[in-house]
């Protein structure tokens, strides 16, 4: 596939996944935390779940596919030997990073919060993390048209 369409991909699926979780972040955790009330991340999470997994999906497919047209495939990852290899290697990190929380949320904090609202403060650290992490790829991902670092 074209490179140009493989960034657009990119780009408007970092917009749903960033921007999904920016929004939980300052518009919904704030509310939830005051009132006590998990209902609220809840609902947002039933809602915004498929759209933000399929967005992260595209990320990890399209991100991989425009590695490799850089020439960074398989073979070079995790080296951190030359610019742009060393921005992808730190994406995949964090893309692990990334997987870890969310697993960590959906087996163990969310089947608790649904009954216990004193699960809101490792739900918030989970969110939270996510969302640091979600930025640090985007602005990671930002050096690449820069040569890398
Ligand atoms: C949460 C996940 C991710 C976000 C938010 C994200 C975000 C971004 C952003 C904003 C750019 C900048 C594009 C530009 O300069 O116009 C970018 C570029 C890029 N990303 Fe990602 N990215 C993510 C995951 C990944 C993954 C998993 C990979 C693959 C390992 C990847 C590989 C790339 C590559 C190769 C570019 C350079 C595209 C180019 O300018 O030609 N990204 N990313």
Redesign the pocket.
């Known amino acids: 596939m074209n490179?140009h369409l493989?960034?657009i991909i990119?780009?408007l699926?970092?917009t749903i996944?960033?921007g999904g979780h920016l929004i939980l972040t300052f518009g919904h955790l704030p509310q939830a935390l005051k009132t006590k009330d998990q209902n609220i991340i809840l609902n947002y999470e039933k809602k915004y779940e498929p759209v933000g997994m399929s967005a992260?999906v595209l990320?990890?497919i399209?991100?991989?596919l425009?590695?490799y047209?850089?020439g960074?495939s398989l073979d070079y990852w995790f080296q951190f030997a030359s610019p742009?290899e060393k921005?992808?290697s730190t994406?995949?990190l964090?893309?692990f990073l990334?997987v870890a929380f969310a697993l960590s949320a959906q087996f163990r904090v969310i089947p608790k919060l649904k009954s216990n609202p004193e699960k809101l403060a490792e739900m918030a650290f989970h969110i939270i993390s996510v969302t640091i992490?979600?930025v640090l790829?985007?602005v990671?991902?930002?050096y690449?048209?820069f040569g890398g670092i």
């Open positions: 490179h493989l960034l990119h780009l699926s970092a996944w960033v992260l990320l990890v399209t991100g991989i425009m590695a047209k850089y960074v742009i921005v992808i994406k995949l964090l893309l990334t992490i979600g790829m985007l990671y991902g930002s690449i048209r």
